[in-house]
């Protein structure tokens, strides 16, 4: 969207009608066209592109990233579409949706479904009269007769089982896309964590938002790292989920609340009616179990608090020491992980020179002799194992990455893992037997 359409949407956003009615004219003639197409009726896609756009307005705040707004609202009134043509199921009549003798058109195949599967759900009575009066043909007074009934009570009794079919097969079409997920605070502060993990590069979207993988597993990556949280509350999720520019200020601060999943959005419902809805992301998801391998034979094992402690100690030696960057360089915070078998200890060390990216070919040199030169260190114990000889391994890691990481893990167990190969390879952090997992690639120092 242009930068036009961009400021349009801001404004928007922060109350302004006018800029609204700009949006609603600028997008209401695609749109239309679209809608019209899908149900048959430019009259139904009137009406159902007035409701999309009322529920854009009511949640544009929520929108993070304003050159998305087509797309968005696309998905919007998509959803409203779909929503429309299952509620019309209740309206059709009940012969026109049973017709066997009539080749089925794709979109009534779920409908056909829906209701058998719903009359499947009535009481035996009702379902007698439904079953012999509309899938068999009999008239009122047949179908008294072969269910030794009067033929008031047969249609008495119609009426009522319509009634209640048609709530059935709402409460089935809507169900099929609907799903509601109880989160408790262990969830909530996962999916928060979860989502520190994500990137903001324009080229790569996907990076932006957050997986909710099969099995409970919440999963980011901004491709220098990765966070992969298990949440109780989604163990029973059917497919991935892939919502969009989630970001931990968006999630309400409470204990608990429902995850509403639609087929193209997501909303967290808190128990005092708060409401904050993602848009979800047609998939697939980065294929990151490949992408990130599996962990390296070297284990090291340290608590938790020793980690972050270490990770904390070190950070002073970063940036507050490394002010004087002349033109040409980049200053990234780095440091040297070492883990020693012999000394059963990790440690983390920075230099005078450490972390200096060269961005432009003619840069000046840094400065070298006029800077004292120094080196600061410091270690905790740990367990280390499968070191050959008992030696050490050396990785240089960003320390911003490494810290967001640690953080992430820090009150999920008293103890980190770290899985290792090489200097080059992924490190791999594991928390909690297994339950949240992280990688943190290596940097490559120049």
Known sequence: MERKGENRVQR???????????????????????????????????????????????????????ERFGAWLCSIAANK???WQRRRIAQLNLLDQLDLAAAPQPEKQEIRALVRKAIGRLSTPHRDVIVHHYLKGYSYQQTATLLHLQTP??????QKARKRLQKEIIAMAESSTVQTFKLGPADLTGLRRVARFTSDDPQRPIMHCVCLDIGGRMVATDGSRLLNWSSKGLASLPAPMILDSLHPAMIPATDSALLI???????LQTADGRRVTFPAMPGPYLKYQEAVGTPGPIGVAVRSEALTACVEEIEPFLRDRH?????????????QMRVSGAEE??????????????TEENADELPGDDRPDWEHAVSCRAEVANIEGGGSLRVDLNHDFLKTIVAALQDAAEEVRIYLEHSAAPLHFEAGEGQHTAVLMPMRMA
């Open 261 to 267: 999943a639609e087929e193209e959005s997501a909303t």
């Open 345 to 358: 200890k990790l440690m983390l060390r920075t230099t005078r020179d450490q972390g200096f990216w060269q």
């Open 81 to 83: 579409a779909r929503i």
């Open 323 to 335: 002010q004087r960057v002349k033109s040409g360089w980049e200053y990234v915070p780095s440091v």
């Open 153 to 158: 009570v047969v249609k008495s009794r119609l």
């Open 12 to 66: 928007a956003a922060a109350g302004d009608a006018a800029a609204f009615g700009l949006l609603v004219e600028e997008h209401t003639p695609w749109l239309l066209v679209r809608l019209t197409r899908r149900l048959g009726s430019q009259e139904a896609a009137e009406d159902v592109l007035q409701e999309a756009f009322m529920a854009a307005y009511q949640q544009l705040a929520e929108l993070r990233t304003p």
